[in-house]
């Protein structure tokens, strides 16, 4: 079983494989229902092959086959010091026959072990094993492990990145002269020219992961979901560079996740803002917890027109009218953060859009004006030290 934690108490369990692969970009898609208190949409993680994979393929295969070889040590040891037993660390008592595949027709079969199919389809796809099983190591398909809990996700599946128009820019490279024409592999080599710009380069580089991020999907990718994570895979996939490094999770949030608090203002509207503790952001979309995993993102927000979205991002938004009644927010950020500095909230906020001018006293009150932007990033640094007014 997986380890029962207290938030309040313990650590919480770090289970993303870091080590093996790291998340360098989040695009995040989604739409704020008050009336249903949830948050729903996709999120595009663009991928790198992690630092311990990387020295260890420098060996040779034989140097990369011991290192899977000791997947569950790894798996142990980025736990955050959570003693959890041998089972729980590697989440074997997860089922994966139950992995899901897009085809067609069906329902969503997710059961009270927390095993998932995609909303559209289930498929009985089996798996008596996963990377843990120390049998077979060498025939069993890579997983990706994302800290991830309280959230119902309704498909993975991989991005075609090649499809995106002007895209073929990252492929003259030198460093691609010599990569297989496999479509797979350039895809791969795409995403890592792409998370690799210079940053003077950092406009055009937000502007192809938007149009990466909206890139048809190329295939399904197998998934589960534990109490803590998301394992995700592909069929065949044995090794981390192989694997996709442009994923797509739709998925929605539930209304008693803790990352997020649905209530009301001083005035009886609804709100909802993000809580930063006890759990960060795993319940507010898939992530990487471990402090190594440092990333950029941008993220869209829809939501009723009466509402205005606040972001801890780099730029002051304004908002875009898609339909009557529909506003879209879109924010970023492009320095590298934790997951779990990203930081949201959805009210009837007022906003002061006065110039500022120093302190006066007015009938022994002090009245303090101040811009537009001024306001905004005091309510981001509440937001971001749990403070709300």
Not at 358 to 364: H, I, R
Request: contains cysteine.
């Amino acid at each position: 079983m997986e380890p029962q934690l207290d938030p309040m108490k313990d650590d919480l369990p770090l289970m993303a494989n870091t080590s093996h692969m790291l998340v360098k970009h989040y695009v995040l898609d989604l739409d704020v229902d008050f009336k249903s208190q949830v948050i729903e949409g996709f999120i595009v993680l663009f991928l790198e092959t992690g630092s311990r994979y990387r020295r260890a393929s420098s060996t040779g295969e034989e140097g990369c086959q011991s290192q899977f070889d000791e997947t569950c040590k790894i798996r142990a040891s980025e736990q955050g010091h959570v003693p959890v037993s041998n089972e729980s660390a590697c989440s074997s008592k997860m089922e994966y026959n139950d992995f899901a595949v897009c085809g067609k027709g069906g329902k969503d079969t997710s059961d009270k072990n927390g095993n998932h199919s995609n909303e559209e389809q289930a498929s009985g796809i089996s798996s008596s094993k996963n990377c843990c099983d120390i049998e077979n190591h060498g025939n069993e398909d890579f997983l990706l492990v994302l800290d991830c809990c309280d959230l119902s996700v309704l498909k993975v599946e991989e991005v075609d990145v090649a499809a995106v128009s002007g895209i073929e820019k990252f492929t003259r490279s030198a460093k691609l002269t010599d990569v297989s024409k496999e479509l797979a592999n350039l895809r791969n080599q795409i995403v890592h020219e792409l998370v690799t710009l210079p940053s003077d380069r950092w406009k055009e580089q937000l502007y192809y992961y938007t149009c990466c991020s909206q890139a048809p999907g190329c295939g399904a990718l197998l998934f589960a979901t534990g109490t803590w994570s998301l394992e995700i895979r592909k069929s065949g996939i044995q090794t981390p560079a192989d694997f996709p490094h442009a994923i797509r999770i739709r998925y929605k949030t539930k209304p008693e996740g803790r990352s997020v608090t649905w209530t009301t203002d001083q005035s009886g509207r609804p709100c909802v803002c993000t809580m930063g503790s006890p759990i960060n952001n795993r319940a507010l979309f898939p992530c990487q917890e471990p402090p190594i995993a440092l990333s950029t993102w941008q993220a869209s927000v829809r939501t009723a027109a009466s509402f205005v979205v606040l972001m801890s991002g780099e730029n002051s938004a304004e908002p875009v009218q898609l339909q009557e009644g529909i506003m879209s927010w879109y924010y970023y950020v492009t320095m590298p953060m934790p997951a779990s500095t990203f930081t949201i909230a959805v009210g009837c906020w007022q906003e002061v859009k006065q110039s500022f001018t120093p302190a006066v006293q007015t009938n022994n009150e002090f009245s303090l004006p101040c811009s537009q932007a001024d306001f905004r990033l005091v309510f981001r640094l509440l937001l971001k030290n749990g403070i709300y007014a």
